[in-house]
């Protein structure tokens, strides 16, 4: 059957991604375990993410955890270039169904766990080289759960978390906290591809954690 692009599965940075438009999308959304707080598509600040681990990349077999993953396609673009080890978490366990299968047909395996920002523990937390996370902080009540979070993963020794945003009031909020309290780096990014976004990097190195990732 003939598709119009829009409904086509795309190889965007090397990675097939379906469209929400895409009949097999369409489907798994109509369905009542639909995701529910906005992982019903692809967002475009992991993009951002992607270019600046293209410039500083993680040492091979670095741990990531992706938070906020919705259909996790940045942990399959650091499986894919980095051999990274990958974990997506998110709040909503029915955006995994959608993970799942553009992990199967970019050939990438990417561990899940349903889980809240603020509820990780330590435990796990610690066992997390770099977490990432493109447009998660876009409610204002995202900003406390983030921020316990980011002092959780400092504390646990995570060495790098890095939070994309095209610049929604929340994330700003957070990223003035987390510069004040962390000397996080905000940095101001754009991309031409697939389509021209402006947004920004929130940077936090851990100050006690001995190497970069
Ligand atoms: C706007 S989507 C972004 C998804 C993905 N990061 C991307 O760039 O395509 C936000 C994601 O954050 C998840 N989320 C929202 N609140 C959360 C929370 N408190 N803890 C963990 N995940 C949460 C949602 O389920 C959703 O998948």
């Not at 396609?73 to 998110?90: E, H, I, K, P």
């Not at 959608?98 to 561990?111: G, P, S």
């Not at 921020?147 to 945003?165: F, Q, Y």
Request: aromatic content about 8%.
């Amino acid at each position: 059957m003939n598709q119009s692009p829009s409904t086509s599965i795309q190889n965007i940075r090397g990675l097939d991604i379906y469209p929400p438009t895409h009949p097999r999308i369409q489907k798994m959304l109509a369905k009542a375990d639909a995701p529910e707080i906005h992982g019903d598509k692809v967002w475009f600040s992991s993009y951002f993410i992607m270019d600046y681990l293209d410039a500083n990349p993680p040492a091979p077999k670095t741990r990531i955890m992706e938070i906020g993953c919705g259909w996790g396609l940045l942990s399959m673009y650091c499986a894919q270039n980095f051999q990274a080890r990958t974990l997506g978490v998110d709040a909503d366990k029915n955006v995994f169904a959608f993970l799942e299968l553009h992990a199967k047909r970019n050939h990438v395996k990417v561990k899940t766990k349903a889980c809240r920002f603020e509820n990780l523990k330590p435990a796990l937390l610690t066992k997390q080289d770099l977490i990432l996370g493109g447009d998660i902080c876009f409610w204002d009540e995202l900003v406390e759960p983030l921020h316990t979070l980011i002092a959780n993963a400092l504390a646990a020794g995570v060495k790098r978390i890095i939070i994309a945003d095209p610049g929604r009031t929340p994330f700003l909020t957070l990223a003035r906290r987390c510069r004040r309290l962390y000397k996080g780096k905000l940095k101001a990014v754009n991309i031409s591809k697939p389509r021209k976004h402006e947004g920004y990097l929130l940077i936090i190195d851990n100050p006690f954690a001995a190497t970069s990732p």
